[in-house]
């Protein structure tokens, strides 16, 4: 198995750093062909990528060259969001990707944000990915695999030669304790363990953030478990819906979905320390009954995940780079964030999927 990685900026979205990035990323890996490569290219490219698309291919010798264009990029090296800039990661040495087939598990999945389509996001294998674009999810944004743009919006691939785990790190500090949801009515949510659903929430908030113009929806969660309750918290076993409104006149509490009496329901809150935190539990989660070091990442954060979230530094790539040195990955900040969570594929916020990629058994 031979995988690495490489990135490639510049001042003018030109081919040569698509090139760049996989000639960088071959000398790395001894190949003088690839069997695959994985391409990410930042917005600059998303216009006409396909210049880039084809010097990639040229570069690396193969066809296959599969990704997206996204509002930023990066590798094990480094990051880029302001700047024209290329990411690959070269698969050789019995590692390719091929069109995902019914039966392929976990699929690889790349989605702009006009190609969302749920019930195809439902069908097909465990998907794991991530959703091109910016904040607004507007923009042409492409997809493509098999060397050329594909016009659907989206690509579902395989990776062949080594075995995947697959985890998600939802990064929320929970403000409560899980407690069943009474009443709901649309996507509001009314009454929660036994008390209206506004005064459960701002009773977990601090005092300067309880007035009704104070509290900090933009950063506020419902989360719902799922699986056994004992430890759904510690293990990850949730769905997260963003707080949209906080209705002081009838005391509901606006979510992002339509929730169902019975559930068990938190409230939560995004926080760097806490999405830190997250980042490694689900670090060990992935290492857990598993013997050996991963060869390679396939990464997608949300870009509201990223460097200004902590601060100027994306804290998630160093925790990465920290668990496993000199493991090579790339990856782009996106839009949405796809995974397999409690049986179905979903579309995540705010969250980091993260594929490592084994020697295969």
């Given at each position: 198995m031979k995988v690495a990685s490489g990135l490639a900026q510049g001042h003018r979205a030109e081919p040569?750093?698509?090139?760049?990035?996989?000639?960088?990323?071959?000398e790395r890996a001894g190949l003088t062909h690839a069997q695959a490569v994985l391409l990410y290219l930042s917005a600059d490219f998303?216009?006409?990528?396909?210049?880039?698309?084809?010097?990639?291919?040229?570069?690396?010798?193969?066809?296959?060259?599969?990704g997206c264009a996204a509002a930023g990029v990066f590798s094990d090296e480094d990051w880029v969001l302001d700047a024209p800039a290329a990411a690959a990661l070269v698969l050789g040495d019995g590692l390719s990707l091929r069109a995902a087939a019914a039966d392929t598990d976990p699929v690889l999945t790349f989605a702009a944000p006009n190609a969302i389509d749920l019930h195809w996001l439902m069908r097909g294998g465990a998907r794991f990915g991530g959703v091109s674009g910016d904040a607004s999810g507007q923009g042409p944004y492409t997809v493509w695999s098999g060397g050329r743009v594909q016009r659907a919006g989206r690509c579902e691939l395989a990776l062949a030669g080594a075995d995947l785990r697959v985890g998600v790190s939802q990064g929320i500090r929970a403000l409560s304790k899980p407690a069943n949801i009474d009443q709901v009515?649309?996507?509001?949510?009314?009454?929660?363990?036994?008390?209206?659903?506004?005064?459960?929430?701002?009773?977990?908030?601090?005092?300067?953030?309880?007035a009704p113009q104070r509290i900090p929806t933009h950063l506020l969660m419902a989360g719902v478990t799922y699986g056994e309750p004992e430890h759904a918290l510690e293990e990850g076993r949730f769905h997260l819906l963003p707080v949209i409104a906080a209705n002081p006149d009838n005391r509901s509490v606006t979510v992002a979905g339509r929730l169902e009496p019975g559930l068990d329901l938190f409230w939560a809150m995004r926080q760097p320390r806490a999405a830190e935190h997250d980042m490694r539990a689900m670090l060990d989660r992935l290492d857990k009954n598993r013997s050996g070091k991963p060869r390679f990442g396939?990464?997608?954060?949300?870009?509201?995940?990223?460097?200004?979230?902590?601060g100027g530094v994306d804290r998630d790539l160093q925790i990465l780079k920290q668990r496993y040195p000199g493991m090579p990955f790339a990856g782009f900040y996106g839009n949405g964030e796809i995974a397999h969570l409690d049986g179905a594929n979903r579309l995540l916020q705010s969250s980091v999927v993260l594929g490592l990629g084994y020697e295969a058994r």
């Open positions: 040569e750093l698509a090139a760049a990035a996989v000639r960088a990323a071959m998303a216009h006409e990528p396909q210049a880039a698309i084809g010097a990639a291919a040229r570069a690396g010798s193969c066809v296959q060259v599969a009515e649309g996507h509001d949510v009314r009454v929660v363990g036994g008390q209206a659903a506004l005064s459960s929430l701002v009773r977990e908030l601090p005092l300067s953030e309880r396939l990464m997608f954060p949300c870009m509201g995940r990223g460097p200004a979230f902590y």
